[in-house]
């Protein structure tokens, strides 16, 4: 898939969605007119770096996929975006990252105590929303439980950030931290439009498996892309101390000599040359792009027996987007 194709897939999929997207942005934007100028300030702000909203797209098709006609969706997919942003906040605080998206973080430019109040009040409308819904009960539940999910993907890579972690390891933090909220996206939209439990299940694996190949493939990005691309610096992972798929499968393939030298820059300093020079050396990057192609196949096998429309057609395609992509 060319860059052009890529561009073009995303600006497709959001024309046609645009009506739904437009009410989307309204009513995130509708939160947003707080009394107290800070929070208005910081959550345009945080708007204005807002990315590609392949969540709400997923929702927005999921829903459309099976027939849905009522209006909840769009409340729904704003609650996912919702948390999603508030997810990235809080990332940026743990990580004491400068940059997202080519632009100072709200902590760089607000602080930490900024951010993790606009997060917080970010999760609450998300809430909010989940509540005003024709099947509140169940779309709230389900949003809680992956944000709880979400907490113990980055509580447990924190818990186990002084070892060595294993690919398991690395899987389990990635589905945490990333693939259930894909997976959520899919089943909401699925829950909304009811459709019969089998298809809800296969929509719910299709999101789990998009997103370990968005996340896999986000972490190569950070090894092979220019700073300008993915708008944060380059190497940040190594230099903040995340293992990812690249580096764990080299030091499990490496030469006991590699891997001990390997290891010992991980914990004196982790030079980044050095470091990718072995990632190079066994084709880590190579690997991790493999695997990423792998579940995003597991994701498209999922649509294999649903009914064909344009909605299913466009989830089908972003499985090739998102192994694809640069940014």
């Known amino acids: 898939m060319s860059e052009t194709d890529k561009s073009n897939l995303i600006f497709q999929i959001s024309e046609y969605l645009a009506d739904d997207l437009r009410k989307v942005d309204e009513h995130i934007n509708s ?32 829903s459309r996929a099976f027939g849905y006609k009522g209006e909840d969706h769009t409340k729904v997919a704003a609650a996912l975006e919702l948390v999603h942003s508030a997810t990235l906040l809080h990332d940026d605080v743990i990580d004491k990252a400068p940059l997202r998206r080519g632009k100072p973080t709200v ?12 997060a917080d009040y970010l999760f609450s409308h998300a809430f909010n929303f989940a509540l005003n819904t024709s099947m509140s009960p169940r779309v709230l539940s389900l949003i809680c439980q992956v944000t709880a999910r979400m907490c113990e993907g980055e509580m447990f890579q924190i818990e186990r950030r002084e070892e060595m972690l294993t690919r398991e390891d690395y899987l389990r933090i990635v589905r945490g931290k990333t693939a259930y909220l894909f997976s959520a996206c899919t089943a909401l939209g699925t829950l909304l439009a009811q459709a019969p439990d089998q298809e809800a299940m296969l929509m719910a694996s299709y999101g789990l498996n998009f997103g370990i190949a968005f996340q896999i493939t986000d972490d190569t990005l950070d090894m092979v892309a220019a700073d300008s691309e993915i708008g944060k610096p380059a ?23 590699d891997r001990e030298d390997l290891v010992h820059c991980w914990r004196n300093g982790r030079d980044p040359e050095t470091i990718l020079n072995y990632i190079r050396k066994y084709r880590g990057i190579e690997f991790a792009l493999e695997q990423a192609r792998r579940y995003a196949e597991s994701a498209r096998e999922q649509l294999a027996d649903l009914p064909s429309n344009p909605a299913i057609s466009m989830l089908r395609d972003l499985t090739a987007y998102v192994v694809a992509r640069r940014s």
Not at 37 to 52: D, H, I, M, P, W
Not at 107 to 118: K, M, S
Not at 235 to 257: F, M
């Open 31 to 62: 939160i947003l007119e707080s009394d107290t100028a800070l929070v208005r300030e910081v959550g345009q702000y945080v708007r204005s770096t807002q990315g590609k909203r392949l969540r709400p797209i997923l929702a927005i098709l999921a």
């Open 235 to 257: 190497w940040a992972d190594i230099r903040n101390g995340k293992q990812t798929l690249p580096l764990i499968y080299t030091w499990e393939v490496a030469e006991p000599s």
């Open 107 to 118: 902590n760089a430019r607000w602080g930490d105590d900024v951010a993790i109040l606009i």
